[in-house]
């Protein structure tokens, strides 16, 4: 065994120059950011439409829109779209969350000029042709079958809807009945009265000049207006966290376990302190979680926990897969460690650590064409200006172990967590029922 | 130097090529190290590739290079237990590994004044990774858990990767499942992770290579200080695990518990690819088949006839197209509804590439493909990281990190009648044809 040497100590570190962002509202609502960042000769495209809506019909219509977004226009054939993207050395895809609608892409700069003109021409005369539709429609059904038989998606879609109830966040992916029902009418009825550029905000980030491509933006997209502006998330219900879960999987070698409350949004004061405690507990590699059930017993490939910040309110999710036969065990463990960091103070050390973590991520996460991009269209969409990344390492910095203490507590303790074991019940169920109030599904 | 956009060979269609620097020395002991400096973010990427992967495991270990791969982690001469981790992470960086079937990896990206600890972490564990008893049943209870989250407790898990391979080729090297056996990775015992680590992880056996906010003349000293005294050993010649050709297709259906609908995946034997003039027109026929809307399959199967779910193709069993060695397959993947025969959906494939063979490539079919491959190519080596392992892989592989600022370069160069060269080889029966059917279905 060769002896121990001395880890070298860190030199100075390098602060990142905050991006300069051009920010500007055009003639038609649209809210467009630009922003310079050279290296490879791409451009990164952000579009967030806001999109909410209840129910789920809406669901399935938003997704199919999404979905069939791309089909045609009333120049262009659903085959045209993808040879002209293709030429431009450019992808363009559309996304769904409970908010919003996404679409992102990236293009070579030679080819910003082209995608923006087709970006326009969806925007205003997508068709959805109802051949397009009816066979995505049956694609759709396809996809959500397989989607389904994941034992992440069944717990979930059961956590949500356990947290969240009727209101839009509760239900993410639509029924097979609904999306069979949908008609392409629906579709066009849809898009008219919901893509529309109030409220809405694009970002370009990549090799352009910001003001030049401000004006490209704002010539291929002029013609895309409507009266209307887009609608925000409604409130979230007050949550219960209420027993625990369980859904049967007979046969499963794993149990899929995932527990989710309400977390403090990124604006608000103890935001620094509960990301750090969220650290310590479970929220990277290095944390005590991590380090019981993984590296000292090996229940488990991995956990994680972290925060997700919807805009009506954020939430804690902390997700483990174990193995079947230590299912009681790995809960014991969980239990114990969100309790200790609910109820004892952090040491010096551990806060340091996940301090320089947590500044590292942001600066590492800026460091390329598409994670600024997708960085600054989160920013704008959670009400936050590109000074986040200067200001929030600065209140990183300013967290005491005091701090923690009071944020894990208001936060991370067990039993503000709404819980969903998806697993094998004959084998799991009686000895989980010693640790925890458990419901069956 | 940042980046710009000077091109590094004459163009014919003003495809873009980077231009990276791209500077290399090596250690007495063998070890190869490249640097790609770069100021324009305070970040840095360092990889470790070692020159062994799935392919080397011995019989009766299999699944043995990953679990490997994992002990890494487990402490070193100066460190103990999870504190790789922690000083990675507690200086603010990112870290992982993965095992493939030509090499394995070990990366970390940082803010850049946490250069010289990264080095220094990579340089103890090469010097003196510490192995014990513990820790190897630990990870092999771990490893059994990724084994059960990403193959036995998912639909799909494992298809194409894990159960074409046997189907494809014959040998040990080839065909074996490299996430490994339960009685496998319980049957490892250190000896043979010491020996594995003898005889694989020699500094003479791997490239380090290091990307960012640093200079050559630091990075060099830093090397010296932490890897020079590392004893140089006898480095393995590697093998060759080419196989020779099938002659007559070969089927095979494999059940699944927790699929909904049927999937197929069809894989043929490609050319070396060392040779790339011979190798990137497989590429390039790959993304002509399968990459969008705009490909040949997806237009056939998602745009007209309608029947299927998701179409896919790809180089390389683990999707790696520019990262592995001699045998290396293409494949086709497609996902479908019970009321789609399978039969039907592999009808129309042939259809479609007997007539790219017959036929060509439409007018403007090569350029736009090339230029989206070149796009997702450079949008791959933007982040320090990306680019890292291109440079990584391509010193190992072919000695030359160049590569990176030159691929896009020879994609153009591809001309037309390679693809349809290469179409004309990818034939029923020379392939390998797997059937994924739901365990209820008949």
């Known amino acids: ?441 | 130097m940042p980046p710009t956009r000077t091109a590094s060979r004459p163009r014919r269609t003003g495809s873009p090529a980077p231009s990276y620097a791209v500077e290399r020395f090596s250690l007495d002991n063998g070890l190869r190290v490249v640097v790609s400096p770069d100021p324009s973010s305070p970040v840095v990427a360092v990889a470790v590739y070692y020159d062994v992967g799935m392919r080397s495991e011995p019989e009766g270990r299999t699944g043995f290079a990953h679990l490997f791969e994992h002990l890494m982690f487990q402490g070193s001469a100066s460190l103990g237990k999870t504190e790789h981790f922690t000083y990675v992470q507690g200086s603010g960086g990112t870290l992982n590994g993965s095992t493939h079937v030509d090499y394995t990896n070990y990366y970390e990206t940082l803010p850049s004044n946490a250069a010289e600890v990264a080095l220094f972490l990579e340089a103890d564990r090469m010097r003196s990774v510490a192995l014990t008893q513990e820790n190897l049943d630990n990870q092999v209870a771990v490893v059994q858990n990724e084994i059960r989250v990403n193959v036995h407790n998912r639909p799909y898990g494992g298809f194409p990767w894990l159960s074409m391979p046997p189907i494809l080729y014959d040998s040990f090297a080839n065909s074996h499942d490299g996430y490994g056996s339960f009685v496998d990775l319980e049957s490892a015992t250190l000896d043979d992770a010491r020996s594995f680590f003898d005889r694989y992880y020699a500094p003479g056996n791997a490239v380090l290579t290091v990307v960012g906010d640093v200079t050559t003349e630091q990075v060099e000293e830093w090397v010296q200080r932490h890897f020079a005294d590392i004893p140089a050993r006898t480095t393995p010649k590697r093998p060759s695990f080419r196989e020779k050709a099938i002659t007559n297709e070969r089927r095979a259906v494999v059940r699944d518990r927790l699929a909904p609908a049927p999937a197929v995946a069809l894989a043929w034997r490609t050319t070396d690819p060392s040779d790339l003039g011979k190798y990137l027109p497989y590429v390039v026929l790959a993304e002509v088949l399968t990459d969008g809307d705009a490909a040949r399959l997806q237009d056939r199967l998602l745009l007209r006839d309608r029947n299927v779910t998701s179409v896919g193709g790809y180089l390389g069993i683990m999707g790696d197209s520019y990262d592995a060695r001699d045998p290396t397959p293409l494949i086709v993947e497609v996902h479908h509804p019970d009321e789609t025969p399978v039969d039907t959906v592999v009808a129309a494939i042939d259809e479609e590439i007997a007539r790219l063979a017959d036929d060509g490539l439409r007018a403007d079919e090569l350029a736009r493909t090339v230029a989206r491959m070149t796009a997702r190519y450079l949008r791959e080596l933007d982040p320090v990281m990306g680019r890292a392992q291109q440079l990584s892989v391509f010193e190992q592989q072919r000695s030359r990190a160049e590569l990176v600022n030159e691929l896009p370069g020879l994609l153009e160069d591809v001309t037309a009648v390679a693809v349809q060269a290469a179409a004309a080889t990818l034939r029923p029966d020379n392939r390998a044809l797997l059937e994924l059917r739901p365990e209820a279905s008949s």
Do not use: C
Request: hydrophobic content about 45%; glycine content about 8%; cysteine-free.
């Open chain 1, 1 to 441: 065994m060769t002896a121990a040497r001395a880890v070298p100590a860190l030199g100075k570190p390098r602060t990142s120059r905050l991006p300069s962002v051009a920010d500007t509202t055009l003639d038609n609502g649209l809210r467009v950011l630009a922003v310079r960042r050279p290296g490879v000769p791409l451009v990164e495209l952000r579009l967030r439409i806001p999109f909410a809506g209840k129910g789920d019909d809406h669901v399935a219509r938003a997704q199919l829109l999404g979905d069939t977004l791309l089909s045609g226009t009333d120049r262009r054939s659903a085959s045209q779209i993808a040879v002209d993207l293709q030429s431009f050395g450019g992808q363009l895809h559309a996304s769904n969350d409970a908010d919003r609608l996404g679409i992102s892409g990236s293009v070579l700069s030679s080819g910003f000029g082209g995608i923006l003109d087709l970006l326009g021409e969806l925007l205003t005369s997508a068709s959805y042709p109802k051949d397009e539709v009816v066979a995505e429609r049956d694609r759709l059904v396809q996809e959500l079958a397989i989607h389904r038989s994941q034992a992440s998606v069944i717990a979930r879609e059961a956590l949500l809807h356990r947290m969240y109830g009727e209101h839009p966040y509760g239900l993410e992916l639509p029924s097979a009945q609904a999306v069979e029902d949908v008609k392409p009418s629906q579709l066009r009825a849809l898009h008219a009265k919901r893509v529309v550029p109030a409220g809405s905000v694009l970002t370009v980030v990549g090799d352009v000049q910001p003001a030049r491509a401000v004006a490209q933006v704002e010539k291929a997209l002029a013609g895309w207006t409507a009266t209307t502006k887009a609608t925000r998330t409604p409130k979230l219900p007050k949550h219960a966290a209420g027993p625990a879960l369980l859904i049967d999987r007979p046969g499963a070698v794993q149990t899929t376990i995932r527990m989710a409350g309400p977390a403090p949004a990124r604006s608000s004061a103890d935001y620094a302190a509960a990301s750090l405690a969220n650290m310590v507990f479970g929220g990277y590699f290095s944390s005590r979680w991590t380090a019981n059930i993984r590296e000292d017993k090996g229940y488990t490939y991995g956990g994680h926990s972290v925060f997700e910040h919807p805009p009506a309110g954020s939430r804690i999710t902390v997700s483990v897969d174990v193995a079947t036969d230590v299912t009681a065990p790995s809960m014991v463990e969980t239990l114990y460690e969100l309790g200790r960091i609910a109820t004892v103070a952090v040491s010096q050390e551990e806060l340091d650590q996940a301090r320089r973590y947590a500044i590292g991520s942001l600066q590492l996460g800026t460091a390329s064409q598409a994670g600024l991009a997708s960085m600054i269209s989160m920013l704008v969409g959670a009400d936050l200006g590109v000074s986040y990344l200067r200001d929030f390492p600065t209140q990183l910095q300013a967290v005491t172990v005091d701090e923690v203490l009071a944020a894990a507590a208001a936060w991370m303790a067990p039993t503000r967590l709404s819980a969903v074991l998806v697993g094998d019940a004959a084998v799991v169920s009686d000895s989980l029922q010693t640790l925890i109030a458990v419901e069956k599904s």
